[in-house]
């Protein structure tokens, strides 16, 4: 035998033995992986997971995997080997850490259809410039300025014709609403016009298949999304030619800002539009109809905005002027008290998809590079470790201690308001953080000052909210409408003229 084939006889066996040497060193790396199972092969825990529940808990999965195996979990979701988070400080570190230790990472089926130049996909530097872009058009300044009065403007067209004693249904005209008002913040579609309802249809077959399972057969919700994906970019594509062959450009709206003041590409201009319709319109119309959902079994909290919106409106009398301006909203300090707790108690948005990329370790469990990192928001909301009694609609939480009944909320000389608002996290955080919070909470605010000044409503049927796991009201939560007795209201809706 030669030194060469000597050499050649001993490198399998070596490599072998490195082999066996590197598992090892990994899996002792890995020994303080969290507590968990994985579940089937490929399938894992994942329906579990997915069955539906009251969108007021964590639902059956959560409460009994935290039972047994603490907040922080692992499992298989997905498909991929999964750390589940139900820790609001791990939850912070990894919305914190976004592009360090973690990475953005939504399902592919989910590229597939909001597209790959979606921003709620793009992960470095083209996430940057698409959210810069989100950013500026969504600024203060516009939403003082300019988005405040559009906001106005589409609760009274979808709140105008609400008849006494008719039921309507609440999800519904929240969705009417938040679509309007985006289809025109975005490229000046106007309501009730054919192309817009055209849209509207288009972009529901759209949403199905986005919550659906991303099976691409014919006759699928996935396939037939897929379908109304190109329409609505066929549709968008002709607005932006238009809008290429005008002379007058209108940078009012998004689209035209785009156009002009970012180089993007086509396929990623419609990409964009496509997720902020998506972005803006399915959340905020979900939270304002869980607002009516809970504050219609609250009076007392009913009672306290109407005092709160009846004194704006009076004031507003007094000096001849008809519509809400930014300091109108700044007075709204109630409201925001219901609206913040609304998004805990609803949790719009439940968890958020991630992925570790780089090996973590965080209160000595192990999180290994490139698993699946789930980020459970709602289930810090809904911790009674945090908030008292937090399966409670309680608005006062929010407030100081003196009129707080309840909550960890604002207890001078404790430390337990920042314990609390650290924990409230409805808009995610960190570099991904909601671009559109502040013009979802001016909506929730325009929209409650309406109804509570115009409308009593009582559930015309049973309904709440279910977590599928995105939030919905199987009924479309129908409501019985009448109207308030009071002619005095200088905010009373004005008779439409122009009805739609
Ligand atoms: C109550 C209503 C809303 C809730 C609860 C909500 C919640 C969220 C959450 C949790 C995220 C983070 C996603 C992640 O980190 O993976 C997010 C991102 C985003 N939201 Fe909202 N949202 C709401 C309304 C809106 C509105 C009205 C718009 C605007 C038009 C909007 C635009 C966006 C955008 C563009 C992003 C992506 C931000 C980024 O990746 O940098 N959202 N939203
Ligand atoms: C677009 O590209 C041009 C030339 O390449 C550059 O001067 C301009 O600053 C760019 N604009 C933006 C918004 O990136
Ligand atoms: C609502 O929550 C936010 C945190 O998202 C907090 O900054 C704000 O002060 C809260 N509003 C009220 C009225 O407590």
């Known amino acids: 035998m030669s030194d060469l084939e000597f050499i050649l006889f001993l490198v399998p066996p070596i490599l072998a033995v490195l082999t066996i040497l590197n598992l090892f060193k990994r899996k002792h790396k890995f020994q303080n992986l969290p507590p968990g199972d994985m579940g089937w092969p490929f399938l894992g825990e994942t329906i579990g997971y997915l069955r539906p529940y009251s969108a007021t ?9 935290i039972s047994r195996y603490g907040k922080i979990f692992k499992s298989n979701l997905f498909g991929e080997p999964t750390i589940v988070s139900a820790d609001a400080g791990l939850n912070r570190y990894i919305l914190q850490n976004e592009g360090r230790l973690f990475e953005c990472n939504y399902p592919r089926s989910i590229g597939g259809i909001l597209g790959k130049w979606s921003m709620l996909v793009q992960v470095g530097q083209m996430h940057r410039d698409m959210r810069m872009i989100s950013l500026n058009f969504l600024s203060n300044a516009r939403l003082r300025n300019q988005l405040l009065s559009e906001v106005e403007k589409h609760t009274v067209l979808v709140l105008g014709p609400w008849k006494q004693d008719s039921v309507v249904c609440a999800q519904d005209e929240a969705k009417k609403f938040t679509f309007n008002f985006m289809a025109e913040h975005i490229m000046s579609l106007q309501p009730g016009n054919p192309e817009t309802e055209k849209l509207k249809k288009e972009y529901i077959t759209f949403m199905k298949g986005v919550v659906s399972a ?5 006759g699928t919700a996935y396939r037939k999304a897929l379908q109304s994906r190109s329409t609505i970019l066929g549709f968008i594509e002709r607005k932006m ?29 419609l990409d964009l539009l496509l997720s902020l319709l998506f972005a803006g319109h399915e959340t905020s ?4 109809a869980l607002s009516i959902f809970f504050l219609e079994s609250c009076p007392a909290a009913v009672q306290r905005l109407t005092e709160e919106h009846l004194e704006i409106s009076r004031a507003k009398k007094q000096s001849g002027e008809t519509e809400l301006n930014w300091d109108d909203y700044k007075k709204m300090e109630f409201t925001q008290c219901v609206i913040n707790e609304t998004l805990r108690l609803g949790n719009v948005v439940r968890f958020l998809h991630r992925k570790a990329v780089k090996d973590v370790r965080y209160k000595g469990y192990d999180i290994p590079c490139g698993w699946k990192v789930l980020p459970v928001i709602s289930a810090a909301h809904l911790d009674p470790s945090l ?19 309840s909550g960890k909320g604002g207890i001078p000389g404790t430390s337990s308001t920042t314990k609390s608002s650290n924990n ?41 909210a279910f977590a599928y796991p995105y939030v919905d009201f199987p ?3 129908p409501i019985t409408i009448q109207h308030r007795s009071s002619n005095k209201l200088n905010h009373h809706i004005p008779t439409p003229n122009s009805s739609y």
């Open 475 to 477: 009924n479309a939560l």
């Open 387 to 405: 908030f008292d009694r937090p399966h409670d609609f309680d608005p006062w939480r929010w407030q100081n201690a003196e009129e707080s009944p």
């Open 285 to 288: 119309s979900v939270a304002i």
């Open 424 to 464: 409230f996290m409805p808009f995610g955080g960190g570099p991904r953080l909601c671009a559109g919070s502040e013009l979802a909470k001016l909506e929730m605010a325009i929209f409650i000052h309406y109804l509570v000044l115009n409308f009593h409503w009582k559930l015309a049927a049973p309904d709440q």
């Open 57 to 65: 808990t964590i639902g059956d999965f959560m409460q009994d995997h």
């Open 241 to 269: 030619e238009e809008r290429r062959k005008e002379m007058n450009r209108n940078e009012n709206d998004l689209l035209g800002w785009v156009l002009k003041n970012s180089n993007l590409s086509k396929e990623q201009i």
């Open 214 to 218: 991303p099976l691409n057969f014919p």
